[in-house]
Structures are given as structure tokens and as C-alpha cells.
């Protein structure tokens, strides 16, 4: 590991601060329109149907793409400026991005308020939103490019100083997530400056829909890697540690963040499997690269129990499990971790059953899938970051947690709610509930079946609205509570220390060249086809 | 650089799981002949109403001499044209369904008829009902025959979720 410097002082206090809290203000809000519209669909309260689509559209911007981009922005600068103990490189450009993408939010959120822009978060042509809409989100993701460009060029720079050195797990990790960013903005970034902008300023008359939709599913699997990563960086380097052991194995870190990175792009048209514009060959091309990326999923949820391991028999636990019960249940880092942990299980089990070709006809586009990705993004991936905000902020505000007892509480609320959600919500999409309904209009004897599931389910977003709350109240009384010089920020320890790792583990110039070599492989005919096979472009249509 | 043989280990069962999960795959694709709607024909949407094959007297269930049968939809904001169709059980069945206007999603409750409805292209499903699938999810007639939903399952509009139909199933 690179050599203890003061790791206080070039933590980006300000910079992470700012970003973060957009990120969890705004995940409270998105939060409450998750309950408002399970209450509006079962008509608890009645309101019209676009409004319904409006808060969703909402909802699925803000946690999906706000939440996340700010989190991993403000805990990527945090991360790279204390595993590398250097200051960011560039803060005004640093500031720069944030304000960019806040601007971007600002402007994205107003057009959907407006009514104008009903295009739900995933805005599939030729439904075309204003331009409002499609501006801001252009904002929101080029906004984060100085991040982008600021992790890959310190990183280099670290290299540089410290040649055979290698780079400590939690920055190589973020690396990863930043060249990923790169390589996944491609496609949507195409779409939305070359087809949509033109057509919502008027400025075309007719979109390529199949096209469009391939460009998107180009961006719509590595963007989950891109919300997973920085979860993983946490789940390796900062909750073992807070666990009171090691990470079991720095090489399979590597190993992990490498695949994560290589795998997760060239597999985009599992989203557009039951799409008439790509052939049965490509899709089945893609799905068997879907199955790889299960791989390193399964590795991680081996280090890091492994890891945890090590905590409870430091602990004193004995036995095959009683190191379970050794471990610091009481401390909400650990905790977020491995509840975390837990949910990862069933997540992947219904991811794997997505990704499977032919069973997926069985639960597209049904209340399966909904309930599948607010499981494991909504479960998994933002315990990891309410215990990353445990962990990061008393070394941003220099005062201690307001409430260890009220943050234990929350994360076992939102474990407990966000099962209580999905266990019932996947259940519906086994009972061919569609998913993205205002209500249920259809025949009385199908949606009585639905009925019990959907109360229930109501029960789990209540819980998970009070767990929003608790976490950001208790976050706001943290920057008046009791001052406390934190420790500085350090990650965890490998059982045995990592002196060299090979090349190969330590940069990404050559899993870049395999990456452009499989993307050829994986996009070059499924989007060069619309140039050729005699496309009939789309009028736009309106949002309502 | 240093690998625990437990974790070695590991990652070899890990590697077998996900291989013989694609063999699956492969094996079901291949040999079953299980595949997705993935025609890749073109049409004209913008002109759907003058294209004969998807002309109001051409939509809905037509026999084919070799005794499948054919079953034509328009899928528009927010209906499906027709609303409802007869189609018999244990009968291989081919269904053709065009967007007239925006993105929409086609998927019958109990069968595992589905397809995004893409504007510009035709998609195409091949499949047979079986009455005991569909008669565990939908409404059994007095005549024995079954009724379940014909959903519009992606977002096309606030009148999205009352863009649904209905498909009898009869014995064969």
C-alpha cells in the first residue's frame, strides 16, 4: 500500500460534501414518490394516470441516475484523494463538473414538473420528450466527466511516481469504475445529442427507434456496473476494515474490478431480447457474455464473506459459523456491508433468471423485473451506500455520527422493507402483473390474485420511507453534533501484505484494447445494420 | 502474487456454474429451438393504415391451409386492434403484430407469447397455447374455453395501462 501520509487534509471535505448531498437529499424525495405511486396504483389515493407516470418518471431519474452519479462522484473524489493521500487534482474543473450536472438535475427535474416530459427515466422514442428533458440529462452526464478524466489522470500520475508500486485496491477499483464510465456514456451519449435533442428541437422530422434502442442497451448494462463498482470498492476495502479484520484477497479484487469492466460492456442486448430490430445469433451472443459477468459477482460474494470471516474469528468466533455472530452487528459500516452482502444473493439468482434467453419472454417487461432491480440496486447497492456515508462522514464534517443506534436501526429497516417490497412485487410478475401500470383495469378475477401482494407491498415501502428519513435526519444532526478529530482514512489490510502484483492487475492499457476488441465484435453489425437493411425512420409523438 | 487454494478452488466452481448455465442456453436454443421474436422485418409505420397486409380487414385470426394459424394485431395509443380474438389451443400459432404510432410491448398472461412492438418493424412470435397453462391464470368459460389478458406491457402514454385485450383460448 502506499505510504501513510496525511490523509486528513487532502480529503476533498467541501467538494464530496456538496456532492453527496444532492445525491441523498434528492434520494429522500424519490423515496416518498416510491410510496405515493405503490398508494396510487392499488388507488389509496386517486390520481389521474399521467400523474402516476410523471412521479415515476421522477422517481427512476432521481435514484437512478441523480442518486447515483453524485454518490459516486463525491465518494470517487473522496476515495482516490485518501487511497492516493494527494489533494484532487483539479478542483475547479472538479467544481465545475458539479455544477454542471447540478444544473443538468435542476433543468431535467423542472421539465418533468412541467407535465411536459412524461417519458419515464428510460425516455424510449419516438415518444419524445421537450428538450428541456434530454438538455439536462446531457448536462447531468457530461458534468461528470471531469470526475472521469480527474480519477484516470491521477491514477496514471500515482503510477508514474511510484513505479512497481501497486496501486492500492481502492483507487484501481475506481479506475475501473471511471474508464467503464467512459466506455458506457458511448451510447447514450450518441443517442441522445444525434437523434433525440434534433427531433425534441424540431430540428428532424423522424427518429431510427431501432437504432436508438440499441444505442441505449449499449449503456443500459455497464451503467448498473458503473451504480455497482463503487459498492464493491466499498465492500472490499472499507467494510472489513470496520469489521475489525482483512480483506482476504487483494489479487481477487483486482481480478474482480478487470472482469466487471470487460464483461459488462459487450453484452447490452440481453435488454432488447424480445426486440423485433436485432437477430436471435447476436442476442444469444450477448447473453452467454451476461452469464460472465456473473462471475466476478460470485467471486466477490466469496472475498468479502472471507473477509468478514476473518473479523469474527479475530472476534473470538469458533466453529463453521459462529464467526456470524462474532461480528460487530451493532456497527452501521459492517452492518450496510453485510446486509448488503445477504441481498446480493437472491438479486443475482433473479438477475440470472433475466438473462437467461429463453426464459426471459416469462418476465419481461412484468413487475418481475421491477422488483428484481429495486432488490438488488434499491437493496444491495445502496446499503453499500448508507454504510459508505457512515464511514465517510465523520472524516467530512470532523464530528462524530449523531446516532450509531438510529443508523443500525435504518439499515435493518431497509433490509427489512426492501424485502418486504420485492419478495411480493416478484411474486406479481409471476402473475403476469405488467410492470408501469397507473392501476390495474383488467378483469376482476386476475387482479384479485394481485391484491394481497400489493398490500403487502405497501407495508415494505412504509418501512423504506422512515429508513430514507432516518438516514438523512441523522446525517443533518451529524454536522452539529460533538467534535471529534476523526481517524484519518484507511482501507483494509490484506492477510498477507501485497508487495507486486503482475502488470496485468495494475492498469487497464491492455483490458482497453480487449474491450475495443470485443465491443467491435459484440456492436459493430447489431448498430451498423440500420445503415443498410432498409430502415423506416419514426414520427415523434407526443407524451400524451 | 498469491492465490488461496480455497479461493482457487472457488473460482473454478464458480467458472463450471456459469459454463454449464450457457451450455443450457445454447442447448435450448439449438436443439429446442426456444428463440426470442428476432425477424428483423422492416415496415413502414408511418403508413401502417395503407400497407395490406395490416389492413383492418386483415387483422385478427385467419387459418392457414397447413392448419396454423395467423393472428394479425395494430397496436396504437391505446387499443389493440382487435380487442379480442378466438384462437384455438394445441395449434401452432404465428402472430404478427405492427406499431401504428410509439413503442409498445406485447405479452398474453399464461402464454409465453411476447414481444416489444417496435415501430418500423413487424414482430413476430411462433408459439402453441396450451389450455392448461392459460387456465391456471385466466377466466374459465362455462364452454370450457379460457380467457386471459392480452397486456400492452412498455409505457406508450398516461392511457397506457387501459391498452389491453382479451385472448379466448378454445380445446383444439
Not at chain 1, 459 to 470: E, K, R, T
Not at chain 2, 136 to 141: A, E, L, R, S
Request: glycine residues 8%; contains cysteine; hydrophobic residues 50%.
Amino acid at each position: 500500500m502506499s505510504a501513510p501520509g496525511p490523509a486528513r487534509s487532502v480529503a476533498p471535505r467541501g467538494l464530496a460534501l456538496a456532492h453527496l448531498w444532492v445525491a441523498f437529499g434528492l434520494f429522500a424525495v424519490g423515496s416518498l414518490l416510491g410510496l405515493f405511486q405503490l398508494l396510487a396504483r392499488e388507488r389509496v389515493v386517486a390520481v389521474p394516470a399521467a400523474t402516476y407516470y410523471q412521479s415515476m418518471t421522477l422517481h427512476g431519474v432521481i435514484q437512478a441516475f441523480v442518486l447515483t452519479t453524485f454518490f459516486i462522484v463525491g465518494f470517487g473524489y473522496f476515495v482516490t484523494a485518501t487511497s492516493l493521500s494527494r489533494p484532487v487534482l483539479w478542483p475547479r474543473l472538479a467544481w465545475l463538473g458539479y455544477f454542471t450536472m447540478l444544473v443538468g438535475t435542476v433543468l431535467a427535474a423542472l421539465s418533468i414538473a412541467s407535465g411536459a416530459s412524461t417519458v419515464l427515466y428510460t425516455f424510449y422514442p419516438p415518444m419524445i420528450a421537450h428538450w428541456t428533458f434530454y438538455a439536462g440529462a446531457a448536462l447531468l452526464l457530461v458534468g461528470s466527466l471531469p470526475w472521469t478524466v480527474t480519477t484516470i489522470a491521477m491514477t496514471a500520475r500515482w503510477k508514474r511516481e511510484n513505479p512497481n508500486q501497486p496501486v492500492p485496491l481502492a483507487q484501481f477499483g475506481m479506475a475501473s469504475c471511471a474508464i467503464l464510465w467512459a466506455w458506457t456514456l458511448v451510447g447514450v451519449v450518441v443517442e441522445v445529442v444525434f437523434q433525440l435533442l434534433p427531433v425534441s428541437l424540431g430540428l428532424s422530422g423522424t427518429v431510427d427507434v431501432g437504432l436508438a434502442r440499441t444505442l441505449f442497451s449499449w449503456t443500459l448494462h455497464p451503467i448498473v456496473y458503473f451504480w455497482l463498482i463503487p459498492a464493491y470498492v466499498a465492500l472490499y476495502t472499507i467494510v472489513p476494515k470496520a469489521a475489525g479484520g482483512y480483506l482476504f484477497s487483494d489479487e481477487a479484487g483486482r481480478i474482480v474490478f478487470v472482469m466487471l469492466l470487460v464483461f459488462s460492456l459487450p453484452i447490452g442486448l440481453h435488454h432488447v431480447f424480445l426486440d423485433p430490430e436485432q437477430a436471435a445469433g447476436w442476442k444469444l451472443l450477448h447473453a452467454l457474455g451476461t452469464f460472465l459477468v456473473a462471475l466476478p459477482t460470485l467471486l466477490t460474494g466469496f472475498t468479502v464473506s472471507a473477509s468478514l470471516e476473518t473479523a469474527g474469528r479475530l472476534r473470538g468466533g469458533r466453529g463453521l459459523f459462529g464467526w456470524i455472530g462474532k461480528l460487530p452487528w451493532r456497527e452501521p459500516v459492517a452492518l450496510g456491508g453485510i446486509l448488503a452482502l445477504v441481498t446480493l444473493l437472491p438479486g443475482g439468482f433473479g438477475g440470472l433468471v433475466n438473462a437467461s434467453y429463453a426464459l426471459n419472454v416469462m418476465v419481461h417487461n412484468t413487475a418481475w423485473i421491477t422488483a428484481h432491480f429495486h432488490l438488488i440496486f434499491g437493496g444491495a447497492v445502496v446499503l453499500v451506500y448508507f454504510a459508505s456515508a457512515y464511514a465517510l462522514w465523520p472524516r467530512l464534517t470532523g464530528r462524530r455520527l449523531a446516532s450509531r443506534g438510529a443508523a443500525a436501526l435504518q439499515l435493518w429497516l431497509w433490509f427489512v422493507g426492501m424485502l418486504t417490497l420485492t419478495v411480493p412485487w416478484h411474486s406479481l410478475g409471476l402473475l403476469w402483473m405488467p410492470r408501469r401500470i397507473a392501476f390495474a383495469p383488467y378483469d376482476p378475477q386476475i387482479v384479485a390474485r394481485w391484491q394481497p401482494y400489493s398490500g403487502v407491498m405497501i407495508v415494505g415501502g412504509g418501512m423504506l420511507v422512515v429508513s430514507a428519513v432516518l438516514f438523512v435526519a441523522n446525517l443533518l444532526a451529524s454536522h452539529r453534533s460533538r467534535p471529534e478529530m476523526p481517524e484519518p482514512m484507511t482501507y483494509a489490510e490484506t492477510l498477507e501484505p501485497v508487495v507486486r502484483v503482475p502488470a496485468l492487475l495494475n492498469g487497464f492499457t491492455v483490458w482497453n484494447w480487449l474491450l475495443l476488441a470485443l465491443m467491435t465484435i459484440s456492436w459493430a453489425y447489431p448498430i451498423g445494420q440500420f445503415f443498410f437493411i432498409g430502415v423506416h425512420k419514426a414520427l415523434p409523438w407526443g407524451v400524451r | 502474487m498469491s492465490v488461496h487454494p480455497v479461493e482457487r478452488r472457488w473460482f473454478w466452481i464458480s467458472t463450471l456454474l456459469v459454463v454449464a448455465m450457457g451450455v443450457l442456453i445454447v442447448y435450448t436454443a439449438a436443439a429446442m429451438r426456444i428463440h426470442p421474436p428476432s425477424n428483423v422485418e422492416t415496415i413502414d409505420s408511418t403508413r401502417l393504415h395503407l400497407n395490406p397486409e395490416f389492413a383492418e380487414d386483415r387483422l385478427g385470426v385467419e387459418s392457414r391451409a397447413d392448419g396454423s394459424v395467423v393472428v394479425r394485431l395494430v397496436m396504437a395509443r391505446y387499443s389493440v386492434h382487435p380487442q379480442e380474438i378466438t384462437v384455438p389451443a394445441g395449434t401452432p400459432l404465428v402472430i404478427r403484430a405492427a406499431s401504428a404510432d410509439v413503442l409498445h410491448g406485447l405479452h398474453v398472461a399464461g402464454t409465453n407469447i411476447g414481444t416489444q412492438v417496435v415501430p418500423g418493424y413487424v414482430s413476430e412470435v411462433h408459439t402453441t397455447i396450451s389450455l392448461e397453462s392459460v387456465a391456471k391464470v385466466g377466466v374459465v368459460n362455462a364452454d370450457g374455453s379460457v380467457t386471459v389478458p392480452l397486456y400492452c406491457n412498455e409505457y406508450c402514454g398516461p392511457g397506457h395501462q387501459s391498452m389491453w385485450g382479451r385472448v379466448k383460448v378454445m380445446r383444439p
